[in-house]
């Protein structure tokens, strides 16, 4: 069979771009292949969420996302997040709290956490907890992590 | 890439999607389920045809019943006021499918065709004996939920069929829903959804079984007055779970009595 292709436009942290993309390509291969590399790719079955991207805001695994679906839509990766060289509240407390330590899995966990401090400024701890598990860290574990989410909550309050 | 090559159909409406469904075609909805298999190269469809976009099969609709739309995604039932009360069952149970990013996409309907015997939603829609609603070209089909799954990731669906909405009815006063996973956002090892109304309370289990099944003998125990304990222990022998990595057989039954003896005190502190 022939790969199948689909011509789409859609906008990439912030800016609009149009590409051919083979219809069976995910979302986060499309946004790597136009230059978003810090969107990983781990499990590709949904488990470990290094591949969280945002879709009209919305955190997604962009590994269960075709690349198609995206067509028309908002895509944030980690690249947008910064304001030049300006870094994200919470970009900027995961190196306060040392929420790094590989790195494989940051990006997911940063818009993880940016959207959620979006969409819910008041969350819970609980809710907090529930919604940074959804991402695999083999490194750090989850204290530092939870503690920067909690400080850039603060910071915004 | 992963999955095989497949060409795509995007459908501008339920007319185009019924349409383009046979036997070679499979419909992608939040694609949880099936773009997992498809990077497992499980599933081999020649071609998809996406309805990720119909809106006007999302949205829930509160009246006597509740209407859940097919493409209603998981997060939205989750966060529905609405569906406070008598409906609590239906947000918790959604709360539980994987993590938050997954039930941003997932949705009602590709939940209840995937029919994972694990599925929350599946035990949910037997245990308050709602229909699954489903269009062909030829028409329009309602089928109770009892009558619709038919084992591990089988129903009553035929290929050029589309669930179109879940319709819950009437009579439900109260109802709590439980179960045990091994971490946060993980398949449940078991499940058990309770719904209270005029005729009694109705026991359902998942996880344990090849669908999602009635406790039959605990409704009855329930229904002549027996303590909760008993109706619990009755629940334990209503079920045929397995063993597997997870858990053996005999852990997941004694969960069932924990989880149901759980779930019927939470409903009579509620009702
Ligand atoms: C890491 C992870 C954890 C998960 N944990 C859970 C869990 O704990 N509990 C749980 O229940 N699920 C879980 N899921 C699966 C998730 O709930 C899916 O959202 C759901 O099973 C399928 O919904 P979907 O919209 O994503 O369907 P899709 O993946 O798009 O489709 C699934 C199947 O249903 C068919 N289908 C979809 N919509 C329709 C329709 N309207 N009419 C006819 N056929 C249709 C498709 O052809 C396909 O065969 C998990 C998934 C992942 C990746
Ligand atoms: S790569 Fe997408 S969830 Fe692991
Ligand atoms: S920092 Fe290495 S996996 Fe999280």
Same mark, same amino acid.
């Given at each position: 069979?022939?790969?199948?292709?689909?011509?789409?436009?859609?906008?990439?942290?912030?800016?609009?771009?149009?590409?051919?993309?083979?219809?069976?390509?995910?979302?986060?291969?499309?946004?790597?292949?136009?230059?978003?590399?810090?969107?990983?790719?781990?499990?590709?079955?949904?488990?470990?969420?290094?591949?969280?991207?945002?879709?009209?805001?919305?955190?997604?695994?962009?590994?269960?996302?075709?690349?198609?679906?995206?067509?028309?839509?908002a895509?944030?990766?980690?690249?947008?997040?910064?304001?030049?060289?300006?870094?994200?509240?919470?970009?900027?407390?995961?190196?306060?709290?040392?929420?790094?330590?590989?790195?494989?899995?940051?990006?997911?966990?940063?818009?993880?956490?940016?959207?959620?401090?979006?969409?819910?400024?008041?969350?819970?701890?609980?809710?907090?907890?529930?919604?940074?598990?959804?991402?695999?860290?083999?490194?750090?574990?989850?204290?530092?992590?939870?503690?920067?989410?909690?400080?850039?909550?603060?910071?915004?309050? | 890439?992963?999955?095989?090559?497949?060409?795509y159909?995007?459908?501008?409406?339920?007319?185009?999607?019924l349409?383009?469904?046979?036997?070679?075609?499979?419909?992608?909805?939040?694609?949880?389920?099936l773009?997992?298999?498809?990077?497992?190269r499980?599933?081999?469809?020649?071609?998809?045809?996406?309805?990720?976009?119909?809106e006007?099969?999302?949205?829930?609709?509160?009246?006597?019943?509740?209407?859940?739309?097919?493409l209603?995604?998981?997060?939205?039932?989750?966060?529905?006021?609405?569906?406070?009360?008598?409906?609590?069952?239906?947000?918790?149970?959604?709360?539980?499918?994987?993590?938050?990013?997954?039930?941003?996409?997932? #949705?009602?309907?590709?939940? @209840? *065709?995937? %029919? &994972?015997?694990? $599925?929350?939603?599946?035990l949910? !829609? +037997?245990?308050? /004996?709602?229909?699954?609603?489903?269009?062909?070209? #030829?028409?329009?089909?309602? @089928? *109770?939920? %009892? &009558?619709?799954? $038919?084992?591990?990731?089988?129903? !009553? +669906?035929?290929? /050029?069929?589309?669930?179109?909405?879940?319709?819950?009815?009437?009579?439900?006063?109260?109802?709590?829903?439980?179960?045990? $996973?091994?971490?946060?956002?993980?398949?449940?090892?078991?499940?058990?959804?309770?719904?209270?109304?005029?005729?009694?309370v109705?026991?359902?289990?998942?996880?344990?079984?090849?669908?999602?099944?009635?406790?039959?003998?605990?409704?009855?125990?329930?229904?002549?007055?027996e303590?909760?304990?008993?109706?619990?222990?009755?629940?334990?022998?209503?079920?045929?779970?397995?063993?597997?990595?997870?858990?053996?057989?005999?852990?997941?039954?004694?969960?069932?009595?924990?989880?149901?003896?759980?779930?019927?005190?939470?409903?009579?502190?509620?009702?």
């Amino acid at each position: 069979m022939s790969e199948p292709h689909r011509r789409i436009d859609l906008v990439l942290n912030g800016e609009r771009r149009e590409c051919d993309v083979p219809v069976r390509a995910s979302l986060a291969d499309l946004v790597r292949s136009l230059g978003a590399t810090g969107t990983r790719v781990g499990c590709e079955h949904g488990v470990c969420g290094t591949c969280t991207v945002l879709l009209d805001g919305e955190p997604v695994r962009g590994c269960l996302v075709l690349a198609v679906q995206a067509e028309g839509r908002a895509v944030t990766t980690i690249e947008g997040l910064a304001e030049g060289d300006d870094l994200h509240p919470v970009q900027r407390a995961f190196v306060e709290h040392r929420a790094l330590q590989c790195g494989f899995c940051t990006p997911g966990f940063v818009l993880l956490a940016a959207s959620l401090l979006d969409r819910e400024p008041a969350a819970s701890e609980e809710r907090i907890v529930e919604v940074m598990s959804s991402n695999l860290c083999r490194c750090t574990g989850y204290a530092p992590i939870l503690a920067a989410v909690r400080a850039a909550q603060a910071e915004r309050a | 890439m992963k999955p095989p090559p497949f060409e795509y159909l995007r459908a501008g409406s339920v007319e185009e999607a019924l349409e383009a469904l046979d036997g070679e075609t499979k419909v992608l909805a939040g694609g949880q389920s099936l773009l997992p298999l498809l990077n497992y190269r499980l599933a081999r469809p020649a071609r998809l045809v996406d309805v990720d976009r119909l809106e006007e099969l999302a949205g829930i609709d509160v009246e006597d019943g509740v209407r859940v739309g097919a493409l209603t995604r998981h997060a939205a039932v989750e966060r529905d006021e609405q569906l406070a009360g008598p409906w609590q069952a239906l947000r918790v149970a959604a709360a539980h499918v994987g993590h938050y990013p997954i039930r941003t996409r997932g #949705t009602f309907g590709g939940s @209840i *065709a995937h %029919a &994972d015997p694990a $599925a929350e939603l599946c035990l949910a !829609a +037997l245990t308050f /004996d709602a229909d699954v609603v489903v269009r062909s070209r #030829t028409g329009t089909r309602r @089928i *109770a939920a %009892a &009558d619709f799954f $038919a084992g591990p990731f089988a129903t !009553a +669906l035929a290929d /050029d069929e589309l669930v179109t909405e879940i319709v819950f009815p009437a009579g439900a006063t109260a109802s709590v829903f439980e179960e045990l $996973a091994p971490r946060t956002g993980d398949f449940a090892l078991a499940s058990v959804c309770v719904v209270q109304t005029a005729r009694g309370v109705a026991i359902g289990l998942g996880s344990v079984g090849p669908t999602p099944l009635r406790a039959r003998s605990a409704e009855e125990a329930r229904a002549s007055g027996e303590p909760v304990s008993s109706v619990a222990r009755a629940a334990a022998q209503d079920c045929d779970p397995t063993s597997d990595s997870h858990a053996t057989a005999e852990y997941r039954r004694a969960l069932v009595a924990t989880l149901v003896e759980r779930a019927l005190l939470r409903l009579e502190a509620t009702a």
